[in-house]
């Protein structure tokens, strides 16, 4: 998403720099403050990041940022124009993160759905993610197979998706990224057991191979069952003209229309009947949806507007109140990799984190 910002913002005549990692392939100006991205748990803080970043786009209109820790010191410095976006649940420690910085840094969600989650933040503006539906293919679902694309977690249902295509004949190829200890644990305990010559793993895979996978699939299937800020994952399988299946959770309702691009399921018996009836979707309908609701181009000029009024001082308001939860106890945790991003009314730069 960030990357695909950065370039529009680019492509819509603004100045924009990334504050990432010296591997970044981003094609816009960028600063580093280390030279290889790393993992979470590693040597460099989000602090560090942040507060390199932070220096070297010291001459910016906006920062856009998507750590944890920059908005706090923003809000605490007070002589930055900040706009941050909440990639995770506005739930526990996170909704208190922000809600102490709400009335100084205007927040963007991701999605209705994530909003709706914390009524008391003054939310600056939805704004879904966006891609660019040139750079996927068209599919025609030759490959006779239903796709599982995602995290090995059980919130994501790598195992719910095995036993949904199981249960209706169909082959199923499951793609995940699995790299922590509490994936592995998962894939060990539910969803091993499951596969067999119908359902495969086939492993992380790269742009390239996800994209044909995505193209070639009858149907991803994407059965989550938590609230999930958004779920990019649907999106880029639409933009492949490939229908999803997933649940009435989260975000899904807002990218997913029933019986249009996909079908909205009740439980697993619901999914198994509806993926009889995949074929019936039309798959440049799919693509037709992007196009028009979650375009790159879209995404950026829901962002330019905003920035316009951060940057002429409109938002947030002079009159904003201080918001106020129940105290929690937890502490926040403030360890992840980070990248970064800017364009210009003059120019805005962003602070990208890895967020969820």
């Avoid at 941050?84 to 506005?90: A, L, M, Q």
């Avoid at 894939?187 to 793993?201: I, N, R, Y």
């Avoid at 440049?284 to 196009?291: L, P």
Wanted: aromatic share 6%; charged share 25%; proline share 6%.
């Amino acid at each position: 998403m960030i990357d695909r910002l950065a370039r529009g913002l680019v492509r819509a005549g603004h100045d924009v720099v990334l504050a990432t990692t010296g591997d970044s392939t981003c094609p816009v100006p960028r600063v580093a403050s280390v030279p290889h991205s790393v993992g979470v748990g590693t040597d460099l803080s989000e602090e560090d990041h942040v507060v390199h970043a932070y220096e070297a786009l010291r001459d910016c209109d906006v920062v856009h940022d998507h750590t944890l820790y920059g908005p706090q010191l923003a809000a605490c410095a007070g002589d930055r124009r900040v706009v941050t976006t909440n990639h995770g649940e506005f739930t526990g420690e996170l909704l208190h993160l922000y809600a102490r910085i709400a009335n100084r840094v205007p927040i963007i969600a991701i999605s209705h759905s994530q909003a709706a989650a914390a009524p008391e933040l003054p939310i600056a503006r939805v704004i879904h993610h966006g891609v660019d539906p040139d750079l996927y293919p068209r599919g025609t679902g030759q490959g006779d197979y239903c796709l599982f694309l995602g995290r090995m977690a059980p919130e994501k249902g790598a195992h719910r998706a095995a036993r949904v295509a199981r249960a209706a004949g169909v082959r199923l190829l499951i793609a995940a990224k699995m790299t922590e200890p509490f994936e592995l644990r998962y894939f060990k305990e539910q969803v091993e057991p499951l596969l067999g010559e119908d359902v495969v793993f086939v492993g992380e895979v790269r742009k390239r191979e996800k994209l044909a996978l995505l193209a070639d699939a009858r149907a991803l299937i994407n059965p989550i069952r938590w609230a999930e800020p958004f779920g990019l994952v649907m999106v880029e399988a639409l933009a492949c003209g490939t229908p999803v299946l997933t649940y009435a959770e989260g975000a899904a309702p807002e990218i997913v229309d029933h019986g249009i691009t996909g079908y909205l399921c009740i439980d697993e018996q619901d999914m198994v009947a509806h993926l009889d009836l995949i074929g019936g979707i039309d798959r440049d309908a799919c693509r037709a949806a992007v196009r028009s609701r979650f375009s790159t181009e879209r995404m950026v000029r829901e962002h330019l507007e905003l920035f316009a009024k951060v940057a002429r001082g409109e938002w947030p308001s002079p009159d904003s109140r201080e918001v106020v939860l129940a105290p929690s106890s937890a502490p926040i945790p403030m360890t992840s990799t980070v990248h970064g991003d800017r364009d210009r009314p003059r120019c805005e730069r962003v602070v990208a984190g890895s967020g969820g």
